[in-house]
């Protein structure tokens, strides 16, 4: 993901360190949900390069009000980030903004480096309104090859040292994962909200995920219609359309 270049390149001169990083999506109704960022880093890292890890968390807030996101700092190495969407859409387009990385075509990138700048993600939901639900596929690819085995005069870094990434998906009702050879699964704990992905470094992380939502729109014409016909019954003792 873009926000961990500045970390990754910090990691390849100190050699060690670690950032917990969760993203979440989660759905209220099929028009209102949000993005949820939480990062937390370590001591030792702090304490390390606690330039790179400010100017980092400080990118983290500007990339995220932009997307009229709000900042809730935890404590000084603990941020929660939480951006609203109102559909599908705005999901994809709001998250893809959120974590696709630009390479400017004049910038000037060592060639040894290059590859530690790709960290990507692309996300897509399609939405089918079945009157009252609706039935949501969401398929997410997030790419972490950037944060392979890194080495510098000889000494390897690995990857599980640099950060600890999960995406979790929260909805009001049950959601389930696509199992296939290409996707990964998610963790198994009865005391987790929604399903949780640990993600691994190094990988091309692809995640699908089916979830069903009630319709508002469906829901309220129904009960407009159960109440007509209720009033009809009232009024007339008998149904519509019968003598």
């Known amino acids: 993901m873009r926000f961990l270049l500045p970390i990754v390149l910090c990691l390849v001169t100190f050699l060690t360190g670690c950032v917990d990083y969760q993203v979440g999506v989660n759905f209220a109704t099929p028009y209102s949900g949000e993005i949820t960022q939480q990062i937390k880093v370590s001591d030792q890292l702090s304490n390390l390069a606690p330039s790179e890890t400010k100017k980092w968390l400080n990118s983290l807030e500007k990339r995220s009000r932009k997307l009229d996101g709000k900042v809730k700092k935890l404590n000084t190495q603990e941020l929660l980030l939480t951006i609203p969407f109102g559909n599908g859409a705005e999901l994809a387009e709001k998250f893809n903004q959120l974590f696709q990385t630009n390479i400017m075509p004049n910038a000037t990138i060592p060639k040894e480096k290059l590859d530690l700048i790709k960290l990507n993600s692309q996300v897509s939901i399609h939405q089918s309104n079945l009157v009252f639900v609706e039935r949501n596929s969401l398929d997410l690819a997030i790419d972490l090859r950037a944060l392979k085995v890194l080495t510098q005069d000889k000494i390897i870094i690995n990857p599980d040292a640099v950060a600890n990434l999960k995406f979790q998906l929260t ?17 198994i704990n009865p005391l987790q909200k929604g399903l949780v992905w640990q993600l691994n470094p190094g990988e091309i992380n692809h995640i699908q995920a089916v979830f069903w939502l009630p319709s508002p729109l469906g829901i309220g014409a129904a009960i407009i219609i159960l109440l007509g016909i209720l009033g009809y019954l009232l009024k007339y003792r008998r149904f519509p359309g019968m003598a």
């Open 171 to 187: 909805t009001p009702w049950i959601a389930h994962s696509i199992s296939n050879a290409d996707n990964l699964q998610p963790t």
